[in-house]
């Protein structure tokens, strides 16, 4: 499986972004059995779980990030988004997303999100 990260890019803050996590090709039950993450890694730290969505639908995010980020699944696509609201310059990170089945995991290439006036 191979997974390809969109909607990156420079805001402002308060403003919002989509993140797209596609896999394509990936087949329905594979994608249905996967809990998927997205991570973001800012510069000169650690790389931290922002959200998670199981494979149950339940969902968990960073304290930082409960309220304005929600991560939601696309079944007819096979994408994972992470739709980012009230950024703020603290969010400036890659943005990796990750796709985990037992102890097989896969990442994205990440993608940049920059939050500055």
């Known amino acids: 499986v191979q997974l390809q990260a969109s909607g990156g890019g420079l805001v402002q803050p308060g403003g919002s972004l989509r993140l797209s996590c596609a896999a394509p090709g990936i087949i329905t039950s594979v994608f249905n059995s996967n809990d998927w993450s997205w991570y973001r890694q800012a510069p000169g730290k650690q790389r931290e779980l922002v959200a998670t969505i199981a494979t149950s639908g339940i969902t968990d995010y960073l304290d930082s990030a409960k309220g304005r980020f929600t991560i939601s699944k696309d079944y007819a696509r096979k994408t994972v988004r992470l739709q980012m609201n009230s950024l703020k310059p603290d969010d400036t990170a890659v943005y990796y997303c990750?796709?985990?089945?037992?102890?097989?995991?896969?990442w994205g290439q990440g993608t940049l999100v920059t939050v500055s006036s």
């Open positions: 990750n796709a985990k089945r037992g102890q097989t995991a896969v």
